[in-house]
């Protein structure tokens, strides 16, 4: 005993356990409260700062115990919760409580699951979660992946695999620069900004995508798609990916997928889908049809801390053929395929996407799908697409409401005073007023919402991923948004 180094960045077990139970006991009052306190209390930045304090770098430590009773006491009391019943902006889950805990049994073990002889349990268990998300959304368990932060990396994940597989032999070593002809991609207009992140970084520039127009209905024109492929190979460009969406992030509509993959069939392209947010709906026995033609995909973007309600971060990229992700992302890929060969091959995850080191956030994954299983799923998400449906409804039987769409569990709608005033009808006046509306309900925290610019119009937008919102919630909500856009405009006109 005597012999142990003393460092001060150890705990004692003792004290350890009473700032552990003490945790536990705080995040447990949380889950109990949630359901009455604000969603946020719309405190100003300089606010926030005010409470953090200004303290400079410490130059001895204190007691863990008073840092975490104060880090307790700031979070607990000056955060957004958007496990709040109310929440229902942008695409944040409410997170399931068994995953704050696999955090925490995570993070005590502290696997490195870059390398499976770092984390002999912790791969075999992200491998499992990856086989079990395939299967989830009704795709064959021969698929491979990788767990990694979010949507945005799942899908540059896919995309650099895709790349990979499309460019030309000497891609690897040589670079686009070897390339004779210009990679080009397709999208439609409704896909998320990932897509323009992704050619800026990985050495493209916007310009290699093209955006395709979509029909009113916001899905991928189909005969636009094949007309810009057919005229950039006439124009000597090498098309190369195409991105459908299944559940865009401002309306939730999925794209016609198996045109897609047809199309990606006829002129050899990559087929990647990005379901961050929607693709988790496709075990929903009634909502299957919507993804038909996601088996034709080639790389997919899953979101587990979306509609799967893993708290953040996990995002997952699923691969027809895992070797895609090796052949892009291992530096010695033939060796990895000789192993891969042997009776028992070890998966090393630092050769299946852009991190070495990586954390476990299989973990809390794993543990979700375990705890309610696919029928589980099938019912909460079953149940948030019904609210959805629900809130469009009130929306649309409200006299000052008026209800824009509803696809999946995104609904949009607007504020639309009474007897509006003639001189108050010109465009503009009605975006203005539900953006200040908007701000309103963000700051005042009884319910948050996000926006979505639909055709010019400024909606209101409500995504439902999450397991505590009820149908008192929705009819709740419906009053809060009447009450204050009745303020809002008054003060307008004032
Ligand atoms: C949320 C979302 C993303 C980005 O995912 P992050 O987890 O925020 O990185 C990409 N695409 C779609 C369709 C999304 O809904």
């Known amino acids: 005993m005597s012999s142990r180094r003393k ?19 705080a995040l447990s009052e949380l889950l109990e409260t949630i359901y009455i306190k ?32 104060r880090a307790q006491e700031m979070l607990l009391e000056h955060s957004l919760f958007n496990g709040h019943p109310r929440f229902l902006g942008y695409i944040t889950s409410s997170q399931a409580p068994i995953g704050i805990l696999a955090d925490l049994l995570a993070s005590g073990v502290n696997a490195n699951c870059g390398a499976n002889i770092l984390s002999p349990m912790a791969t075999a268990i992200e491998t499992q979660t990856v086989n079990w998300l395939a299967e989830l959304i009704g795709l064959p368990n021969t698929y491979g992946g990788v767990l990694v932060s979010g949507g945005n990396m799942a899908n540059f994940t896919g995309f650099l695999a895709g790349r990979t597989q499309k460019a030309s032999k000497l891609f690897k070593s040589s670079g686009l620069k070897n390339e004779s002809k210009e990679m080009v991609l ?32 916001r899905k991928m024109n189909i005969s636009i798609l094949e007309r810009l492929i057919k005229e950039d190979i006439e124009n000597g460009k090498v098309p190369f990916m195409v991105v459908g969406t299944a559940g865009d992030v401002s309306t939730g509509i999925v794209d016609d997928l198996g045109s897609i993959g047809k199309i990606c069939e006829k002129y050899k392209l990559w087929f990647h889908v ?23 995909a080639d790389s997919i973007a899953l979101d587990p ?9 996990a995002g997952c990229t699923l691969v027809k053929n895992s070797k895609h992700l090796s052949d892009t992302f ?19 995850y630092y050769e ?43 929306a649309n ?14 609904t949009t709608l607007r504020y639309v005073p009474l007897n509006l005033a003639e001189q108050y009808k010109a465009t503009g006046f009605l975006n203005d007023l539900n953006q200040k509306l908007l701000n309103v309900l963000q700051k005042e925290g009884e319910v948050f919402l996000s926006n979505a610019i639909i055709n010019g119009t400024y909606c209101l937008r409500g995504c439902i991923v999450n397991f505590r919102t009820s149908e008192e919630d929705i009819s709740n909500i419906i009053q809060i948004i009447v009450e204050k856009g009745q303020r809002v405009y008054s003060d307008l006109k004032s």
């Open 274 to 296: 990005d379901g961050a947010y929607g693709v988790p709906a496709a075990i929903v026995p009634e909502e299957k049809e919507k993804f038909k033609g996601l088996e034709m």
């Open 7 to 25: 460092a001060p960045i150890n705990l004692d077990v003792q004290e350890f356990k009473t700032i552990g139970y003490n945790l536990v006991d």
């Open 305 to 313: 801390h979306k509609w799967l309600y893993s708290p953040l971060e």
């Open 397 to 410: 039987e409200h006299q000052e409401l008026e209800a824009i769409s509803h696809n999946l569990s995104i």
């Open 352 to 394: 299946y996407g852009l991190q070495n080191s990586r954390g476990f956030r299989a973990l809390k994954v794993w543990a979700a799908i375990k705890q309610v299983g696919k029928h589980g799923y099938i019912d909460m998400i079953r149940e948030d697409i019904n609210l959805a449906k629900m809130f469009f409804d009130q």
């Open 330 to 348: 291992s530096s010695h890929p033939e060796y990895y395929n000789f192993d891969s060969d042997e009776a028992d091959p070890s998966v090393n």
């Open 38 to 69: 604000k969603v946020t209390l719309g405190e100003t930045p300089k606010e926030i700062k005010e409470i953090l304090g200004d303290e400079s770098l410490p130059e001895h430590g204190i007691s863990a115990e008073l840092i975490l009773s």
């Open 186 to 217: 397709y999208c439609s207009k409704t896909t998320h900004t990932w897509v323009e992140k992704a050619a800026v970084l990985f050495g493209h520039g916007s310009n290699a995508i093209r955006w395709v127009d979509t029909h009113e209905n």
